[in-house]
């Protein structure tokens, strides 16, 4: 079964101070992707990535970097966090077969001050 | 551009009471369609796509391309249904960009 690990789980941050986090997939699933999930928005994608640096933007890209220098992980990077970045966030993995279900993580909840 | 619209922020039902959740989308393509439920502190799991017009815990969605809508069905509600929904699109062939709708909570009353 596909899983899908991130971490941090929690954290709480000042405004600027950069921060990763990770993302990792235990099966060799090609397409990973980041969300964010706010109150009354619902999810909205970051950024994803079809394979091994490839990489694409999705609806909110604006103040994140990811990177995909290997399969099993996609980082999701924040070079100087803001407020507005105060979320919960959620990596994702298509699984195989071509039925392009969405295998979520766990979630980290991030809050910027 | 792909948009997703759930109009509704928040249903209530009684319990044994039919549900529809409504779900509109905008795509110039071929799309393919998911409903998603999150449980109460769960990560979001897929409950049913449209591909596979399969029913999942008694719902059903059927597309209706001429509406451009997905909507979900159950006939009968249950308490344990109580959970935020999610419609989401993706280009048909799957592995692009993902829309998600703002999301419908469904509250069952016992």
């Known amino acids: 079964e596909a899983q899908v690990t991130q971490n941090p789980r929690y954290l709480i941050t000042v405004t600027g101070k950069k921060l990763t986090v990770t993302c990792s997939q235990n099966?060799?699933?090609?397409?990973m992707s980041w969300y964010r999930q706010d109150p009354g928005l619902g999810l909205r994608q970051i950024y994803y990535?079809?394979?091994?640096?490839?990489?694409d933007k999705g609806d909110v890209p604006e103040g994140y970097k990811v990177s995909r220098k290997e399969k099993r992980n996609f980082p999701l990077i924040l070079e100087s966090p803001s407020p507005n970045q105060t979320s919960l966030y959620f990596c994702?993995?298509?699984?195989?077969?071509?039925?392009?279900?969405?295998?979520f993580g766990p979630g980290t909840r991030l809050t910027v001050t | 551009a792909q948009r997703v619209t759930q109009p509704e922020k928040l249903l209530s039902v009684f319990k044994g009471a039919p549900v529809e959740l409504k779900c509109n989308y905008s795509?110039?393509?071929?799309?393919?369609l998911f409903w998603y439920v999150q449980y109460s502190r769960q990560r979001l799991q897929l409950l049913l796509r449209?591909?596979s017009r399969e029913s999942i815990k008694g719902f059903t969605a059927d597309l209706n391309k001429g509406e451009t809508s997905f909507h979900l069905k159950k006939p009968f509600a249950q308490e344990e249904d109580s959970a935020m929904y999610y419609c989401?699109?993706?280009?048909?062939?799957?592995?692009?960009?993902?829309?998600f709708g703002t999301g419908t909570k469904l509250q069952v009353i016992p």
């Open positions: 099966m060799n699933h090609e397409y």
């Open positions: 994702a993995i298509v699984g195989t077969g071509h039925t392009y279900e969405q295998y």
């Open positions: 449209h591909i």
């Open positions: 989401a699109l993706t280009p048909y062939g799957g592995y692009q960009k993902v829309t």
């Open positions: 795509y110039s393509g071929s799309p393919e």
């Open positions: 990535s079809m394979n091994v640096e490839v990489t």
